[in-house]
């Protein structure tokens, strides 16, 4: 389908008779959801621009759902980064209505309201964007590298495995569900204005070693952290905790590792 | 085609500055993290100082009205007041020149920008915290 100029949206239509490419059957129960997603194509593009899109979707779809409809049956060129799509992978963050979210756990019935029935995408903010909806993770992911996360050991190796009680792991339970979608660091004014800042998801990725009782590389980290670009550049602003589809408590994560640092005690 | 698109100004922020990137690269100091102690320590200071301060100029006995010059002779003359006003200026001043210089850090994007700007800071904590400690000093109740 030709590409349409500025507000003349694309609008998909039913067609029913089954044959290949042919948009499927509306669903009753469907409602038409305005989508504003931010297209930009490096070979033609000079700068991104909004392209809207009207699809139908059940409340109880995921946005993920829409977007994947509007590339198998309007624009199949739409770009974007998706893998488990549940909410595991970590692939698909992205601005939606100006908030950082995976789209794989985001429900239309949560976007639409009685008089809105419109839904902004743009990729996430602060890394570089390669095309449509995907940016280039490497910054991500050399600040995430620079704080060791693996597990560093120096005493002899236990002769079977490394014990550990349950209070011990309960220490860090938090942060170990991060999945590195780069939710939270790509939601960071800070990480935006500045991204030598390490961001909250390298320091969550420390702080489940730090606090690891099996792990002896923590000295190591906090002296990384306590970097000009780490730490203590948090301002506390909460947007990571907001933005983190897992719940982590990055905020205070950051804050445990301020406070590691102050008494160097882990 | 794989060039990263990072034009200024189209994602509503300017591109990140990759090549500044130095996590890991420790340079030996631990001066953030003593600048973010001492912004909590004096704050909690500066409470006490500065509500102390308000209360004895604008509150107790008369309060703003009875403010002249024999007022300001009499509490300097005693080393008590001189060192509670010295001890405020001081950590009010550089208290605030803190929080100004990570603001500085955090919203400027060129380096000779950011580098003008700390040193404009610089300047007027030197000049605002000399002139007042002199005067705090060299007070003399006597000229006119």
């Known amino acids: 389908m030709a590409t349409t100029a500025d507000d003349s949206t694309q609008v998909a239509t039913a067609g029913g ?3 290949p490419g042919d948009l499927p059957p509306v669903p009753d129960g469907a409602v038409m959801l305005t989508v504003h997603i931010q297209r ?3 070979e033609l593009d000079d700068a991104p621009h909004t392209e809207s899109y009207r699809v139908p979707a059940l409340p109880g779809d995921r946005l993920l759902n829409v977007l994947h409809y509007i590339k198998w049956y309007i624009d199949g060129t739409l770009t974007f980064r998706r893998s488990c ?8 963050a992205m601005r939606i209505n100006g908030r950082n979210r995976l789209c794989c756990k985001v429900l239309i019935k949560d976007l639409i309201g009685d008089k809105r029935n419109e839904v902004t995408v743009e990729p996430i903010k602060g890394l570089p964007l390669l095309k449509d909806l995907v940016v280039d993770m490497e910054p991500f992911f050399d600040a995430y590298r620079a704080v060791k996360p693996y597990l560093i050991t120096y005493s002899a190796e236990p002769t079977r495995e490394h014990v550990q009680s349950p209070a011990d792991r309960a220490r860090f339970d938090d942060t170990t569900k991060c999945i590195l979608c780069a939710a939270c660091t790509t939601s960071c004014p800070v990480y935006w204005s500045e991204d030598a800042y390490v961001g909250p998801a390298a320091i969550v990725n420390a702080h ?3 606090f690891d009782s099996r792990d002896e590389g923590g000295r190591e980290r906090l002296e990384i952290l306590s970097d000009a670009e780490g730490v203590w550049r948090c301002r506390t602003t909460f947007n990571c905790t907001e933005a983190c589809p897992r719940g982590i408590q990055v905020t205070q994560a950051i804050q445990e590792v301020k406070r590691a640092l102050m008494f160097r005690r882990i | 085609m794989t060039a990263a698109f990072d034009p200024p100004a189209t994602r509503g ?7 500044k990137r130095r996590v890991g690269g420790r340079r030996g100091t631990n001066f953030e993290m003593y600048a973010w102690l001492f912004m909590r320590s004096s704050g909690i200071a500066l409470v006490i100082l500065v509500l102390g ?5 604008n509150v107790l006995d008369g309060g703003v009205h009875r403010i002249n010059w024999g007022f300001v002779a009499g509490r300097w003359s005693s080393p008590f007041w001189q060192i509670w006003d010295l001890v405020m200026l001081w950590l009010a001043e550089i208290h605030g020149a803190n929080g100004l210089r990570v603001i500085i850090n955090d919203y400027t994007r060129r380096d000779g920008t950011r580098f003008w700007l700390q040193l404009m800071l610089a300047a007027s904590v030197v000049l605002v915290m000399s002139v007042g400690t002199l005067v705090i ?6 000229m006119s």
Do not use: K, Q, Y
Not at chain 1, 85 to 92: E, K, L, N, P, W
């Open chain 2, 13 to 19: 922020i300017e591109a990140p500055r990759a090549p």
């Open chain 1, 208 to 210: 489940r070693f730090i």
């Open chain 2, 53 to 57: 301060h308000l209360l004895i100029m």
């Open chain 1, 17 to 19: 008779t089954g044959l």
């Open chain 1, 85 to 92: 799509a549940h909410g595991v992978c970590g692939s698909d």
């Open chain 1, 40 to 42: 930009f194509n490096p």
């Open chain 2, 137 to 142: 000093f060299t007070f003399d109740p006597t």
